[in-house]
């Protein structure tokens, strides 16, 4: 019989530690011996390999295990749909098979089963899943219900791609594709997303593999999980990750600095520290941040970075994801989700802000000054071809022009100062 107060971590099909709760719901965390045994790898920084256990008083381990949870009206659907007691730890047992990264939560009455079991989409199944904006739960048989964790507050579902078909992993089989959907008040946001996160790959930042495509007259955008890589035998493989609240041992609800969430300055840090290429990723987060600015991108917070586990076991700064020209879209907030030298609003942020944040990163303020010219240069020079390309490939789209216009405005502004 299933304990309903501990989970078991899982690897593949080896063992990697417990999970439990104590009464209040909090949660903590041990490695399994073996695993320490057999050359396991820490999950997180912030829950560094070691005999004894993360108490769940001292918060460690609940906040990393909370951060694979989706958040706000997401979370809320899964709850009402699943009828599950809203809590953390119930959500990650109903939910935690397949997770960012290469983990899986199961009960403790449950392996990994190895199979591969994955439910076909048809094409009424993908247009009932658009228009539930990925909700899945409400609509599935609960014998093949997916077992599938996504964090964040967007609506969106992992699926298996392959020979240009979709299918429904089922129980805790890995996905290689994410679709995000147009949500009410903002249906704009996967062609957005997908044009900023060409714009980035443009001037040389490493992106995400996005597509835009559409059912009827709604759009979904199609990304590559840049945690899941084809092995020889043509199976998908989970890579290890973990955002940069789980690194810094953060909860989700301080994703935002100034909801007292981490600065800039020490993500550059953790950068320097868990790279196996630190000058070139901490160079690529330098230029990121250069890009949220210039690009109008205001939402990129902690959470939007992430740390990936190679096959060879280096380490290196993910991919860019999450990349979306928010300045755009009425009603969301202009100010950036991490200062510049302590200014928030991109339109006012002057060359002695940007000599701040240099300093703050122990970085010389003419190196990035020139990432800086360099970014307002190539987005100038690339902004008209990247749009034609976008158009030739789905059509016209006016909406795109509010995103050239900010763009312009900021690489101007670079350029007067």
């Known amino acids: 019989m299933s304990d309903p107060d501990t989970l078991n971590l899982w690897h593949e099909q080896r063992l990697v530690g417990q999970l439990w709760r104590n009464t209040a719901g909090a949660i903590g965390f041990r490695y399994d011996p073996e695993w ?42 899964i709850v009402r749909d699943l009828k599950l007691p809203n809590t953390d730890f119930d959500l990650l047992r109903a939910i935690g098979g397949e997770c960012a990264g290469a983990l899986s939560i199961l009960p403790v009455d449950q392996q ?50 392959r020979d240009d078909r979709y299918f429904l992993p ?48 709604t759009r979904y955008a199609q990304i590559a999980r ?6 020889e035998r ?11 609240c789980q690194a810094l041992g953060y909860g989700h609800e301080k994703k935002y600095q100034e909801h007292g969430g981490p600065t800039f ?22 230029r990121w941040q250069i890009f949220n600015v210039l690009a109008g991108n205001s939402d990129g917070h902690a959470k939007n970075l992430s740390l990936l586990q190679l096959p060879d076991d280096t380490t290196r700064l993910a991919p860019f994801y999450d990349l979306v020209c928010t300045r755009a879209i009425e009603r969301i907030d202009d100010h950036l989700a991490f200062d510049v030298g302590g200014e928030r609003n991109p339109s006012v942020i002057t060359p002695a802000r940007w000599e701040a944040l240099a300093k703050q990163c122990d970085v010389r303020p003419q190196f990035l ?49």
Request: overall charge positive; hydrophobic content about 40%.
């Open 36 to 77: 320490i045994a057999g050359g396991g790898f820490a999950v997180s920084r912030s829950l560094p390999l070691a005999a004894g256990e993360f108490a769940p008083e001292a918060g460690v381990a609940h906040r990393f295990f909370a951060n694979l949870l989706p958040e706000g009206a997401v979370r809320d659907h």
């Open 112 to 161: 990994p089963s190895g199979q591969r079991r994955y439910r076909p989409l048809t094409e009424k199944d993908l247009a009932d899943l658009v228009a539930r904006r990925g909700q899945i739960y409400a609509v599935w048989p609960a014998d093949e219900r997916p077992r599938l964790s996504l964090a964040g507050a967007q609506n969106k579902c992992p699926v298996l791609l």
């Open 170 to 217: 089922q129980g805790e089989a890995p996905s290689s594709h994410i679709l995000k959907f147009e949500l009410a008040d903002y249906r704009h946001l996967p062609a957005y997303e997908t044009f900023t996160t060409r714009l980035a790959a443009a001037i040389g930042l490493p992106v995400v593999d996005i597509a835009l495509r559409s059912i009827g007259r």
């Open 226 to 231: 840049y945690d899941r890589l084809w092995d």
């Open 234 to 244: 043509g199976e998908v493989r989970r890579l290890h990750q973990e955002d940069f």
């Open 265 to 286: 300055a020490q993500c550059y840090r953790l950068v320097l520290d868990a790279s196996s290429e630190p000058a070139i990723d901490a160079q690529h987060l330098l």
């Open 369 to 417: 000054r020139n990432l800086l010219q360099e970014a307002a240069a190539a987005l100038q020079d690339r902004l008209g071809p990247v749009r034609e390309e976008f158009e030739a490939h789905y059509g016209a789209y006016s909406a795109l022009q509010r995103i050239e216009k900010i763009v312009r405005q900021q690489c101007r502004r670079i350029a007067k100062r």
